[in-house]
């Protein structure tokens, strides 16, 4: 390892895991003082691997003033880095790269009443700790947030989305925020059971939010497997909306997450 490598990250150390699922765990790891990120960016963790590295990214799920930084992996067969958080425990080491990136940030949007937060697994993890920055609710008048999975016990978050209303800072914003739960494999009260897409088109998502979709007032933060990114990209531009772009204002967001 020369200077110039090492300049690039840091060794962090593992401060506690949770395994939800055989397939879903989230973790933290400690911060670095000069670790800068934007809620909705994603870090880079790194395994050595033989005499190379092994890089991931995974978006940061804690919020920007967080002492710590939380991650929420879904584990895939044969994956590398699957494999070392298989049997990964607290005390272990990742290393972070210094740099966060990614471009799903609400503050690209230059106007808008309601922001809604589409994802399907892993890609609830930026819009978590979105959440946790009272700037956006201060912004927006309704915030919503979908999360599509296969199976209910998938739904690992719903405990930490109730809880938002008792957090110091955006308590007072509870009202305001508006959760829909989507169980394609199997029925489960209260959970919309087709896919995100197919929700947009038949009005279903709209009606279960409580909320009137309208390219004047609603913008769309799409994260999730590049599947449904595509198609709900797609569906949304049939709608009449437009991808956000920095020359070009428009009421969409997108990234894959994987």
Sequence with gaps: MNASTAE????ETILWIKRHT???????????????????????????????????AYSVL???????LEYFAVLIEDGAMSRHFEHMQPGDTLLLDKTATGFLLPGRFQDGRDLIMLSTGSGIAPFLSMLQQPELWQRFEHIALVHSVSYANELIFNHALASLAEHPLIGEYAGQFRFQAVVTREKVADALSLRLPELLKNG?????????FSPEDSRFMVCG???????????LVDQGYRLNRNKLPGQILIENGF
């Design 204 to 212: 279903t998502l709209a009606e279960g939010l409580g909320l009137v």
């Design 225 to 235: 497997n590049p599947a449904m990114v595509a198609d709900t990209f797609k569906t």
């Design 62 to 68: 804690s919020a920007e003033y967080a002492d710590t």
């Design 22 to 56: 055989p397939k879903l765990m989230t973790f933290a790891i400690s911060r670095p003082a000069s670790y800068r990120f934007s809620a909705g960016q994603f870090s880079r963790l790194g395994i050595r691997d033989g005499a190379g590295f092994l890089w991931r």
């Design 8 to 11: 690039k990250y840091t060794e």
